[in-house]
């Protein structure tokens, strides 16, 4: 175990104003999410298929319920508009925050 | 006075202790923390060592480590050191009926008929005999055996709040075995079945747990998805037999706990040799070293090789704890036994590494002015 590298986990995570989510990496990054555009993005596969199908909208005034770990790996957000199935991995927002 | 004398006393002891290093740590027994309640009357000196795993597999090793540096020092004539464990971790994450549970370990293989269960039992009952507090959950919800295995009377189902597991030798267990009748098959679908999952995780009183071992279903499907997203595993044992075509089969379990970022802890290699009843000598019915490679492809510790002996597995099957019974003494015995010693090293060495990464989180968002 010692010589493989330690994977990306989250030290601090917490609501930072109205709509900003703030995270602590384990490898010292601090990100800042702007959860409406999380919302934009989420990589759920309904959200998806609306994209492609050009029917995707959301209203910009959504925010998050609430904010959950998923197992190891990833971040759940309840949204406001009943939407919380869209699974947000550490390494795809780590990359973007 | 005396006081400053005890602290010069106290500081020469926890000097001569930091040469006694933690050989799967890596790291000095005093900076770690282990030392603990020192205390120091005259040429007499006393205090706890307190490990990581009541399965330590160094225990003695350390104790002997630790009365000779202490016996070093010219004033020091006589040392007493009590062996503790704290089993170090965060909680099991997800639920809150986990929260006390130390470490969710999953044990898995890709295809079934490798010795998954007996495994997790055998690895279970060994951790127990060394004094840790283990639970099994049976996550074979369609093919539950560890019930049978174990001889566990399953827990009555109150039909509303919580449960409590059964008891079986001092292991706690839950399986779908205690819940449906033997002979009716369980078809269920994929959402029904994470459902279940998901009672066995959160209706169940699971109590304080140093360990509590998971029997994955074979394979890569639902279940195994959902127990890695409900809950926050601190690493898997991969289970398979010599042969090639189960060794392909566990590289692909080996990916798929990457993918879920669960750490592989180490492989357990079963029927690797047959232990003939008549002349007591081995044979390797399926060929040799395949745990060994297999350990070695994926980068992770072979943490046992257990041999096949009739006798034991009929004694096995029954229900028999190994370690507890008469065939204590047997290789498949001191095999599992040598196995779980090495898990809980492993665990404690992933423990260490991981660094100060929050285990699970879950708050609600609250209303502010932009």
């Given at each position: 175990?010692?010589?493989?590298?330690?994977?990306?986990?989250?030290?601090?995570?917490?609501?930072?104003?109205?709509?900003?989510?703030?995270?602590?990496?384990?490898?010292?990054?601090?990100?800042?999410?702007?959860?409406r555009?999380?919302?934009?993005?989420?990589?759920?596969a309904?959200?998806e298929?609306?994209?492609?199908?050009?029917?995707?909208?959301?209203?910009?005034?959504?925010?998050?319920?609430?904010v959950?770990?998923?197992g190891?790996?990833?971040?759940?957000?309840?949204?406001?508009?009943?939407?919380?199935?869209?699974?947000?991995?550490?390494?795809?927002?780590?990359?973007?925050? | 006075?005396?006081a400053?004398?005890?602290?010069?006393?106290?500081?020469?002891?926890?000097?001569?202790?930091?040469?006694?290093?933690?050989?799967?740590?890596?790291?000095?027994?005093?900076?770690?923390?282990?030392?603990?309640?020192?205390?120091?009357?005259?040429?007499?000196?006393?205090?706890?060592?307190?490990?990581?795993?009541?399965?330590?597999?160094?225990?003695?090793?350390?104790?002997?480590?630790?009365?000779?540096?202490?016996?070093?020092?010219?004033?020091?004539?006589?040392?007493?050191?009590?062996?503790?464990?704290?089993?170090?971790?965060?909680?099991?994450?997800?639920?809150?009926?986990?929260?006390?549970?130390?470490?969710?370990?999953?044990?898995?293989?890709?295809?079934?008929?490798?010795?998954?269960?007996?495994?997790?039992?055998?690895?279970?009952?060994?951790?127990?005999?060394?004094?840790?507090?283990?639970?099994?959950?049976?996550?074979?919800?369609?093919?539950?055996?560890?019930?049978?295995?174990?001889?566990?009377?399953?827990?009555?189902?109150?039909?509303?709040?919580?449960?409590?597991?059964?008891?079986?030798?001092?292991?706690?267990i839950?399986?779908?075995?205690?819940?449906?009748?033997?002979?009716?098959?369980?078809?269920?679908?994929?959402?029904?079945?994470?459902?279940?999952?998901?009672?066995?995780?959160?209706?169940?009183?699971?109590?304080?747990?140093?360990?509590?071992?998971?029997?994955?279903?074979?394979?890569?499907?639902?279940?195994?998805?959902?127990?890695?997203?409900?809950?926050?595993?601190?690493?898997?044992?991969?289970?398979?037999?010599?042969?090639?075509?189960?060794?392909?089969?566990?590289?692909?379990?080996?990916?798929?706990?990457?993918?879920?970022?669960?750490?592989?802890?180490?492989?357990?290699?079963?029927?690797?040799?047959?232990?003939?009843?008549?002349?007591?000598?081995?044979?390797?019915?399926?060929?040799?070293?395949?745990?060994?490679?297999?350990?070695?492809?994926?980068g992770?510790?072979?943490?046992?090789?257990?041999?096949?002996?009739?006798?034991?597995?009929?004694?096995?099957?029954?229900?028999?704890?190994?370690?507890?019974?008469?065939?204590?003494?047997?290789?498949?015995?001191?095999?599992?036994?040598?196995?779980?010693?090495?898990?809980?090293?492993?665990?404690?060495v992933?423990?260490?590494?991981?660094?100060?990464?929050?285990?699970?989180?879950?708050?609600?968002?609250?209303?502010?002015?932009a």
């Amino acid at each position: 175990m010692s010589e493989q590298e330690r994977e990306l986990g989250v030290v601090r995570i917490w609501q930072e104003d109205a709509v900003h989510l703030g995270v602590v990496w384990t490898d010292g990054k601090q990100s800042s999410f702007d959860t409406r555009l999380l919302r934009q993005l989420c990589p759920c596969a309904v959200c998806e298929a609306d994209r492609q199908a050009g029917r995707f909208v959301v209203g910009d005034d959504v925010v998050p319920l609430r904010v959950q770990s998923v197992g190891n790996y990833a971040m759940k957000i309840v949204f406001s508009d009943g939407h919380d199935t869209g699974i947000f991995e550490y390494a795809w927002l780590h990359e973007r925050g | 006075m005396a006081a400053d004398r005890r602290q010069k006393a106290e500081a020469e002891v926890l000097e001569a202790l930091s040469v006694v290093v933690d050989p799967d740590l890596h790291q000095d027994i005093v900076s770690l923390g282990f030392v603990q309640n020192l205390a120091i009357e005259g040429d007499q000196v006393a205090f706890d060592l307190q490990l990581t795993t009541p399965a330590c597999p160094v225990r003695d090793h350390l104790r002997e480590q630790c009365e000779q540096a202490v016996l070093s020092l010219d004033w020091a004539h006589g040392v007493k050191v009590t062996l503790t464990s704290q089993v170090r971790g965060g909680r099991g994450g997800g639920t809150d009926a986990l929260s006390q549970v130390a470490h969710l370990v999953a044990v898995a293989s890709a295809k079934g008929g490798v010795g998954k269960s007996t495994t997790t039992v055998q690895l279970a009952y060994a951790l127990a005999a060394t004094g840790a507090k283990v639970g099994i959950l049976d996550a074979d919800i369609q093919g539950p055996s560890v019930h049978h295995m174990t001889s566990a009377e399953g827990p009555v189902p109150s039909g509303e709040g919580m449960m409590d597991p059964a008891e079986h030798h001092g292991v706690k267990i839950v399986s779908m075995g205690f819940f449906v009748p033997a002979l009716r098959p369980a078809l269920l679908r994929g959402p029904r079945l994470t459902a279940i999952i998901q009672q066995f995780l959160t209706e169940f009183r699971w109590g304080e747990l140093d360990y509590l071992l998971v029997d994955f279903p074979p394979g890569t499907g639902d279940i195994q998805m959902a127990l890695a997203q409900m809950t926050s595993l601190t690493g898997a044992v991969l289970v398979t037999t010599p042969q090639e075509v189960a060794l392909l089969d566990v590289r692909r379990a080996v990916s798929m706990f990457k993918m879920l970022k669960v750490p592989v802890l180490g492989v357990v290699e079963n029927m690797s040799g047959f232990v003939c009843p008549d002349c007591g000598s081995q044979h390797a019915l399926f060929g040799e070293g395949g745990g060994a490679a297999l350990a070695e492809a994926a980068g992770v510790p072979l943490l046992g090789s257990v041999p096949i002996d009739p006798t034991v597995r009929q004694a096995m099957d029954e229900g028999q704890p190994l370690l507890l019974g008469p065939h204590r003494d047997s290789p498949m015995a001191q095999a599992y036994g040598a196995a779980a010693a090495a898990l809980a090293s492993a665990i404690s060495v992933q423990q260490a590494n991981q660094g100060p990464a929050l285990k699970s989180f879950d708050f609600t968002w609250k209303e502010m002015g932009a």
